[in-house]
């Protein structure tokens, strides 16, 4: 029979080895930007094969409660993904934007892709990162500077409104 120092020593490498593999995991389970563009490009490419199921998976407002699988069906419509390319990333805590830049077609309409640029907004919940189709972010960082926005005042004063060319004709 085991003598009771022998099972200690068990009992603690064993420990040793759980602690040591959880704080591997929990270092990997941190919100990274590679992950969430790995997660994205999952989604986005089940996206363009039309895989719903795994579409659904990767939803938060599926996980919620707040969406069912017919819903995102129907959001998806009848258009089809031809292509996409992430142009930019922005990560602040647990909510993150991914600006798109996509190609897609609608049945009956065009041949060829229409482009569009999209902000795709995902939220890191439980270890993980998850698509936020529909959810309300408590944030969603903006990918680029935001456009400032003149008044009509400054506007005048720096002669570029429509206004002020046009009165000056």
């Known amino acids: 029979m085991p003598t009771r120092n022998f099972l200690f020593a068990i009992l603690a490498i064993a420990t040793w080895l759980i602690s040591s ?8 389970k941190a919100p990274s930007e590679a992950r969430l563009l790995e997660r994205a490009k999952i989604y986005w ?5 039309r895989d719903f199921n795994t579409m659904y998976e990767m939803e938060a407002a599926a996980r919620e409660g707040l969406m069912s699988a ?15 390319d992430f142009k930019g990333v922005k990560i602040e805590g647990d909510v993150a934007v991914i600006q798109v830049e996509r190609q897609f077609r609608m049945e009956g309409i065009a041949a060829t892709g229409i482009p569009s640029e999209i902000s795709d907004p995902w939220m890191y919940r439980d270890g993980e990162w998850f698509h936020a189709q529909g959810m309300r972010l408590r944030s969603q960082p903006p990918i680029y500077p935001e456009k400032t926005t003149k008044t009509p005042e400054e506007e005048s004063a720096s002669g570029n409104s429509e206004k002020s060319k046009n009165s000056e004709k």
């Open 45 to 49: 490419d089940a996206l363009k094969v």
């Open 21 to 28: 593999s959880l704080g591997f995991a929990n270092e990997d």
């Open 70 to 84: 017919d819903s995102l069906r129907r959001s998806v419509g009848r258009s089809r993904l031809t292509g996409y």
